[in-house]
């Protein structure tokens, strides 16, 4: 097959004319997105530019030491993200994420990239950085959404929860319902996206590799690799997510600290 073609810089900037009709869409029914679609598309340009360059001599060097420290840069990025779009107290929740992330990307890594690709150096920039950001970056979303959700229902059914507390003694099965609808909320859409996987789309992560030149047989290979990777990390990174904050958003009665869970602006959208 042949290698993917290039696309020069006015190509790529003449790629832009199609915002107008989305744009113009925006406009006509004067929805007050066109500011922040722009900026987007703008940071998007810049960050990718960036990150292009900074790639090219990232995997040049290939060091082992250099990598990690992108995926840890990914990892804080992440982290800092998903309490910001969960509205989240940063204070409570930086440390407890950071260590979900790391573990479940030591699992995820060493499992696919040591057993299942069985690299000779696992720390290999073409392999290790974009698995590593594929998974990271899906943990992301379902993680606001999950933790969202466990936070939100423990607050406003307290009552429940103290029920349940009381007659059964244990915290893990007080917690139990919320974190299975905590945890339902935040993978179905992922359960959903596997089920119809290859019949009503063709996956970025395959697309890419076909159009790099790779045979479909070894993109749908890596494919399926990545959509197990994906699954097994969100699901991991959420769970231990879930499990690591509990030390510091509950009490020694066990009661939840509702006022230092939220941020201080979300808390007070709540009150208002």
């Not at 699954?231 to 006022?259: A, H, P, Q």
Request: hydrophobic share 55%.
């Amino acid at each position: 097959m042949k290698s993917a073609m290039d696309i020069n810089i006015f190509r790529l900037m003449a790629g832009f004319l199609i915002l107008i009709l989305p744009i113009a869409f925006l406009l006509y029914y004067r929805i007050k997105l066109v500011k922040s679609t722009l900026i987007a598309a703008l940071r998007m340009v810049i960050q990718l530019s960036l990150v292009a360059v900074y790639l090219e001599w990232v995997f040049d060097k290939n060091s082992a030491w250099l990598n990690s420290l992108w995926v840890f840069i990914m990892i804080f990025v992440g982290v800092f993200t998903t309490i910001k779009r969960a509205s989240l107290n940063w204070k409570r929740f930086v440390v407890p994420l950071f260590i979900s992330a790391l573990t479940s990307l030591l699992i995820i890594d060493t499992f696919f990239l040591g057993f299942v690709i069985k690299l000779d150096y696992v720390f290999d920039a073409q392999y290790f950085i974009p698995i590593t950001g594929m998974v990271i970056g899906n943990a992301l979303r379902h993680n606001i959404v999950g933790l969202r959700t466990y936070f939100k229902e423990l607050s406003e059914k307290a009552g429940l929860y103290q029920f349940l507390l009381t007659n059964t003694g244990s915290i893990q099965l007080s917690l139990r319902p919320f974190v299975a609808e905590a945890v339902k909320q935040a993978l179905n859409p992922l359960v959903a996206t596997m089920s119809v996987i290859g019949l009503i789309s063709l996956p970025g992560m395959m697309t890419g590799q076909i159009l790099g030149g790779s045979s479909p047989a070894i993109a749908i290979k890596y494919q399926i690799m990545i959509m197990l990777a994906i699954f097994t990390g969100c699901s991991i990174n959420l769970f231990l997510s879930i499990m690591f904050s509990k030390r510091f958003v509950f009490d020694e009665y066990n009661n939840l600290k509702s006022d230092e869970v939220f941020s201080k602006r979300s808390s007070k959208n709540h009150s208002d």
